[in-house]
Structure formats: C-alpha cells, structure tokens
C-alpha cells in the first residue's frame, strides 16, 4: 500500500486475474500523486486494471486526464463513478472512451 502526504493509502490487489486500486477522497492536481503512481506501476505490469472510484468525492480535470492516459495503456476498467464523476465523464465525452461499470463485480466479469 502506497500513502500519500494524507497519510491515506491506496488500497490495491489483485482478483479474477485483474489488478484493482480503489479510489477514495477527492482527486486534484494537489492529491493526485498517490493515485497516479499506483495506476501508472499497475498499468505497466497488468494488462486489466480496474479503478474502483465508487468512494471519489470530487475529481477534477486532472483525475479524468490520468483515467485517459492509462487507458492508452492497459485495459482499464472504471468501477462505480458516483453521479458527480458519471456527469464529468459524460459531458466531456470521456464515458465514449472509458469502459464504465456499474460496480466492482461488473468490471471483474
């Protein structure tokens, strides 16, 4: 588990032969590092990830722009979105390029 300067960590593992890191708080250029070291190292030694963003409270445009960067990388599921990142998805059209699940279990089928 990696921390970040919160002292919160990103909690990952692996299941059904992908790896998973959930998301949990709120994502901006000033608390996104945590996150982004996680995903990057997952994108670059599993060819699934799943991001569970189902406990993301705020995500601004630098959460959306990591999600689109990583996946060009691997396959790379999102988990979850509450209606706040459901709406940013949508209206930037991110929800055309990103496989969105309803749920954990969705995204491991």
């Known amino acids: 588990m990696s921390h970040g300067p919160d002292g919160k960590g990103t909690v990952q593992y692996e299941e059904d032969g992908a790896w998973v890191v959930i998301a949990h ?3 901006d250029t000033n608390t996104l590092a945590p996150l982004e070291e996680a995903l990057d190292t997952a994108a ?3 060819t699934r ?3 569970d963003v189902s406990g993301v409270s705020f995500a601004d445009s630098t959460f959306l ?3 689109l960067r990583i996946h060009q ?5 999102v988990a979850g979105p509450p209606r706040q990142l459901r709406h940013v998805l949508e209206i930037t059209g991110a929800d055309t390029v990103l496989d969105t699940r309803e749920n954990i279990q969705d995204a491991l089928l």
């Open 25 to 27: 708080g709120d994502y």
């Open 44 to 46: 670059r030694k599993h």
């Open 49 to 51: 990830v799943v991001l």
């Open 65 to 67: 722009n990591l999600l």
């Open 73 to 77: 990388v691997t396959s790379l599921r």
